[in-house]
């Protein structure tokens, strides 16, 4: 027994649906001779009588129904395949699993998500705001695609790069005095209430170092550890802050200023993936959205970037 062919099983389902070999031949735009005699060649193959053909009609035998009813299974299976390709080339269906730090998610997410869901409206997104440890972690066990991480995280077996690096800002009330200046250096913070961030921190750790260089005594009232909180004590009036400038712009309308800091104290991000796990078009578009995002608007130098991970 050899096998029947593919345009063989093709003509013979198409008879079976439709009921003649004239309105298959029509449906597959071939001659109804050619149907007739493909119909033939398969039952020779298949050493099988599919059909009766009483005054020369083709009444269908109990095998050729047992057949059939095995062809649409693998034609279901090919539709569904065809349908998902269409699905993962609009991202029908497609997630895209996000992790972020803290200062991220307030500034360049809310921004990027709502861009990206604009060009990507099929895909649902799904955002993890944690540390960088927890997303670190999230990164090998699969459940996120992507992370930006703080610049002290362990990155050791992920594929990572720097993301960005941000000169800081020092925020304020619009109508605090050292608002009216152009660039603040670290001896206007001489004994002005500073709420800072953690000690863990590596930017509060880079303001502290260089405050102690220039020799001045700050006056930590309050440590938190995310940029919007400082932002949001400052604007209830607890002190003045040092902090991320992607936050600080955010609370501008809200009544703060941002001035820039005359000290090398900046602010980093790390993009890492996991580098068993390919990255989506999607995922690309995202972070290409997220640069973008960056390039905007930055108070004062430039954002700097380094080269993409493999597959960002």
């Known amino acids: 027994m050899t096998e029947a062919s593919t345009r063989q099983i093709e003509v013979f389902r198409m008879v079976m649906r439709l009921g003649s070999a004239n309105r298959a031949a029509a449906a597959l735009h071939v001659s ?10 398969l039952e020779l193959r298949a050493e099988l009588k599919l059909f009766d053909r009483p005054k020369g009609k083709l009444m269908p035998t ?18 569904a395949v065809q349908r998902k390709i269409v699905a993962l080339r609009s991202h029908e269906d497609a997630v895209l699993r996000i992790g972020s730090l803290h200062a991220m998610a307030a500034s360049v997410m809310p921004w990027a998500l709502a861009a990206f869901q604009r060009s990507y409206p099929r895909t649902r997104c799904l955002l993890l705001v944690d540390s960088s440890k927890v997303l670190r972690e999230a990164l090998f066990q699969g459940t996120v695609d992507m992370a930006f991480l ?10 990572s790069s720097l993301f960005y690096e941000i000169p800081a800002v020092c925020v304020m009330p619009a109508a605090h005095p050292l608002a009216r200046k152009a660039r603040l250096q670290l001896q206007d913070l001489q004994e002005v209430p500073l ?9 509060q750790r880079r303001l502290e170092a260089a405050l102690a260089q220039a020799m ?5 009232v309050i440590e938190t550890p995310y940029s919007a909180t400082q932002c949001a004590l400052v604007l209830a009036g607890a002190g003045l802050a040092v902090t991320n400038p992607l936050v600080a712009r955010e609370y501008v309308a809200m009544g703060l200023r941002y001035v820039p800091l005359a000290a ?34 930055q108070p004062e130098g430039p954002v700097l970037f380094s080269p993409s991970p493999e597959g960002a």
């Not at 059939?68 to 539709?79: C, F, I, K, N, S």
């Open 32 to 41: 109804q001779p050619a149907v007739t005699q493909m119909l033939q060649q």
């Open 62 to 79: 109990p095998e050729a129904h047992a057949l059939m009813a095995e062809v649409e299974r693998v034609y279901d299976g090919l539709e």
């Open 150 to 159: 703080g610049d002290e995280a362990d990155t050791s077996g992920l594929v």
């Open 195 to 203: 709420v800072g961030l953690s000690v863990s921190d590596p930017a």
């Open 216 to 220: 001045v005594q700050p006056r930590f």
């Open 264 to 297: 090398d104290v900046s602010f980093r991000a790390l993009l890492a993936f996991n580098p068993r796990q390919a990255q989506s078009r999607a995922a690309q578009e995202f972070v290409g959205l997220c640069r973008r995002y960056l390039a905007q608007g």
